[in-house]
């Protein structure tokens, strides 16, 4: 409303419905591979392309022959094939050269972040597609290791969740419990979560191969997200489309010593024959980070980007009592839906007075301080049994009544 003069008659709509934080979509993922024989202007080179759909996927084989040799299509065909198997759900690819090289071939897929080739297309996902990956992987080539090395495409890997707020799911070795181990702990972040081993699946020519898991377990995360929630864990939930597994993983609920166990403790997720091949780990390889459990991170993670998305209606707006209320009230509105949802344990909103002060607010600054907490999932479960032989007391009794 402004003081124009008007001879007549207005009517002005106020707009006072109140706002709401949104959270953006959660199962999106990021996937970055090879595929020789695609249609060039469908998926151009180190250039991210949203797909959403079978059909779509299809040019990425655009030009390959039906008796091509095995895997000949590289590697994001049967990426694709392994999240669709799981559930539908945006796939923001990055196809890059395919190269006979295993040295240039890597070098190819992590890119350089200059001129935001390989895994750093990545990073210009949402100003071209719209979308931002929150799931990262990179199948065929985050499970090799060199000399004692961390895998390379996993680290650069890593530097783009960091950017994106995303999770790098990330392919162990698939031949030992110790070399797993000892792989994710050169990996090690809160954004990383290890899986091993390979899964066998029916491929393109009828033969039953061993591949790479990380695609079939960005299927299931994603999957979770639709059906559960970004808080829930992907962890104890089936995979579909896998009919082995690349090596035996002794699976137990109650023995520490399980390979499984060890495995898990170390923040390798892992993947066993237990009525259905199931993914087993809810933690990330020990690090400095905030968060131990996947889920935790990844739930923290959508809350920050829903808080910093929704509050472009603040920005440049003079300061005043009822900007401070609006801000704080659309928080804590919030917090209670997180809450009612199962997403937050509790939270809080605040102004500190020794942060908010006259000078800060003449410079245009307004701190507003907020707590919570994403839940934990329940990780370990313990029955304490204690043995109570009063009850033969009661079954004396009953068999004596009954014998009268």
């Known amino acids: 409303m402004t003081d124009a003069y008007l001879h007549g008659v207005e009517v002005v709509e106020l707009k006072t419905a109140s706002r709401s934080i949104t959270t953006p979509s959660t199962a999106v ?26 059909t779509q996927a299809a040019a990425l084989t655009k030009t390959l022959a039906a008796n091509a040799a095995l895997d000949a299509e590289g590697t994001l065909p049967t990426a694709i094939q392994a999240i669709y198997d799981q559930t539908r759900t945006p796939i923001v690819v990055v196809r890059v050269a395919a190269d006979a090289s295993a040295t240039a071939q890597q070098a190819l897929v992590v890119g350089t972040a200059l001129t935001r080739t390989g895994v750093y297309a990545l990073l210009a996902a949402k100003s071209e597609t719209g979308m931002t990956p929150k799931i990262l992987i990179a199948t065929g080539f985050t499970h090799q290791q060199t000399n004692g090395a961390a895998n390379a495409v996993v680290m650069a890997l890593r530097g783009v969740a960091d950017r994106l707020r995303a999770v790098v799911v990330a392919d162990g070795p698939s031949d030992t419990d110790s070399h797993a181990v000892s792989k994710a702990t050169l990996e090690a972040g809160e954004r990383i979560y290890p899986v091993d081993p390979t899964v066998g699946v029916l491929a393109r020519t009828g033969a039953i191969v061993q591949r790479p898991s990380s695609a079939h377990v960005a299927g299931v995360i994603a999957l979770s997200d639709q059906e559960r929630g970004f808080w829930w864990s992907p962890s104890n939930r089936t995979l ?105 344990l509790g939270g809080r909103v605040w102004l500190d007075p020794e942060l908010n002060t006259e000078a800060t607010f003449r410079s245009g600054r307004l701190y507003v301080n907020l707590d919570g907490e994403a839940p934990a999932p329940l990780d370990r479960l313990t029955f304490l049994f204690q043995r109570e032989t009063g009850y033969y007391a009661e079954l004396v009794s009953s068999a004596g009544a009954q014998a009268a």
């Open 240 to 344: 579909n489309g896998v009919v082995s597994i690349g090596r035996p993983i002794e699976f137990s609920r109650s023995d520490a010593t399980a390979s499984s166990n060890i495995l898990n403790a170390a923040g390798v997720a892992v993947i066993v024959n237990d009525d259905g091949f199931r993914l087993v780990g809810n933690r990330t390889p020990p690090n400095d980070g905030e968060y131990e459990f996947l889920a935790q991170r990844r739930c923290m993670d959508m809350v920050f980007d829903a808080i910093e998305g929704s509050f472009r209606w603040a920005q440049d707006r003079p300061f005043s009592a009822n900007l401070l209320d609006d801000i704080a009230g659309e928080l804590e509105a919030y917090q209670r839906t997180l809450k009612a949802r199962g997403a937050q």
């Open 29 to 54: 993922i990021g996937l970055v591979g090879t595929a020789p024989f695609a249609d060039p202007d469908a998926f151009p080179l180190d250039r991210p392309v949203l797909v959403t759909s079978a």
